[in-house]
């Protein structure tokens, strides 16, 4: 069965440059959560979109943006990159008509800030 | 505010012997409930969940886990561990419409050969 997609799986960048990471959900899954877990840390939640509108935010900085496209992928963008900043970023679709909460992760795209 | 707590953040259990990994949460109704396992440098697998029901919940690799309301707990067990099972554990809730996963601090699980 097909999966969440995520892109690239790994990435390095130095310090206030710019990342964009890509996520593809699960066929006809509408709703995409991104997720950042930094070293040894649980994972935090950022943002999540339905039908391509942002559906509630988390502990996202201003740095980042994030948007769901017509094809319902979706891509995070951050920019002036900090050291801190390097980390785990799971991104995980669901489909709201199953009323289930259950999410469906991606492997992870590893951000590393130099 | 919603909390889910892990109060155990190392575990070392001897292979064969059994596990269990402990789970609160805070919150006035029932959330969901969901464990996942997470590998070294890995993505989430989804073990078990709890929406209604059964309030005990079997899931994938022998793993299971008991809701019970009057302790807000969500414990995962294991009868006999496995070397493979080392890992990352976190319990995890959804508490509102937003389904979105607020996750404990994890239980990392050591296993002695």
């Known amino acids: 069965a097909a999966g969440v997609i995520q892109s690239p799986r790994h990435l390095i960048k130095e310090k206030r440059e710019t990342a964009t990471l890509k996520c593809y959900p699960i066929?006809?899954?509408?709703?995409v959560y991104w997720y950042q877990q930094g070293p040894g840390q649980d994972p935090q939640f950022l943002i999540s979109f339905y039908e391509k509108m942002q559906s509630d935010k988390g502990s996202i900085p201003d740095r980042f943006s994030a948007q769901q496209f017509s094809d319902y992928h979706s891509e995070l963008n951050m920019s002036s990159l900090e050291l801190g900043d390097s980390a785990l970023y799971f991104c995980?679709?669901?489909?709201?008509?199953?009323?289930?909460?259950?999410?469906?992760f991606g492997e992870g795209s590893r951000l590393t800030v130099l | 505010a919603q909390s889910v707590t892990q109060p155990d953040i190392h575990i070392t259990v001897s292979e064969g012997a059994s596990l269990e990994l402990r789970c609160n949460y805070s919150?006035?109704?029932?959330?969901?409930l969901f464990w996942y396992v997470q590998s070294p440098g890995q993505g989430l697998q989804l073990l078990l969940k709890y929406f209604s029901g059964d309030t005990l919940v079997q899931g994938i690799k022998g793993f299971e886990a008991e809701f019970k309301r009057s302790q807000s707990s969500f414990n995962l067990r294991k009868p006999s561990v496995h070397w493979s099972d080392a890992a990352e554990y976190f319990c995890?809730?959804?508490?509102?419409?937003?389904?979105?996963?607020?996750f404990g601090s994890g239980t990392r699980l050591l296993v002695r050969p």
């Open positions: 919150y006035g109704a029932t959330p969901y």
């Open positions: 995890a809730v959804v508490v509102d419409s937003s389904y979105k996963l607020i």
């Open positions: 066929p006809r899954h509408d709703t």
């Open positions: 995980a679709s669901s489909l709201a008509a199953a009323n289930t909460g259950e999410l469906f």
